[in-house]
């Protein structure tokens, strides 16, 4: 199993979301979908929700070539993005963030739906993903936590221009097994 076999901008489909790659045509819609203050209030990024802040973090998805937006299948409407990215720690494995959702999405199945097509996806080229996380961001810390992930350290990264401190999480490919088993359990559902 090996990152360069992965796919950065596949097209996925799940029951109620779908990635696909980001395009420039996307900008209206994204930043619609990212101009509530609230999304941002637990990224070192607080003011992302204004426009001209917000053109620059989306060239920078943008100029990644593997950034995905997510789009709600039953309107087509974009509520946000995500992306896979290769973290200077960990060459040999791939990680996953830079993650926001429209607030209308929060606290329901919206994000684990999104991160069991993008896991599954990665998982059939490596072994383990990454999640690096803003240590002020409680949120996203437990959200990761609610994926099977664990802390496994902190680091100073330059994941995005800029040094800064990052919480590093991994997930295990049995791990994440483990964590879908029981989240179909739970919905009574065979895997």
Known sequence: MTVSRLDFQPTLTGDSVAV???AE???EALFTAASDPEIWAGHPAKDRHRREVFAAYFAFLLDSATSLVVLERASGKIIGCSRYYVAPDTPDCVSIGFTFLD???WGGSTNFELKRLMLDHAFRSVSAVW???DPTNVRSQKATAKLGAVHAYDATLDLSGTPAAWMC???GK???ERTCEVADLALGRRR
């Open 103 to 105: 607030r209308a999405h």
């Open 174 to 176: 049995a791990d994440w």
């Open 131 to 133: 999640f690096h996380i």
């Open 25 to 27: 045509a996307d900008f």
């Open 20 to 22: 696909r790659p980001l």
């Open 169 to 171: 999480f991994r997930l």
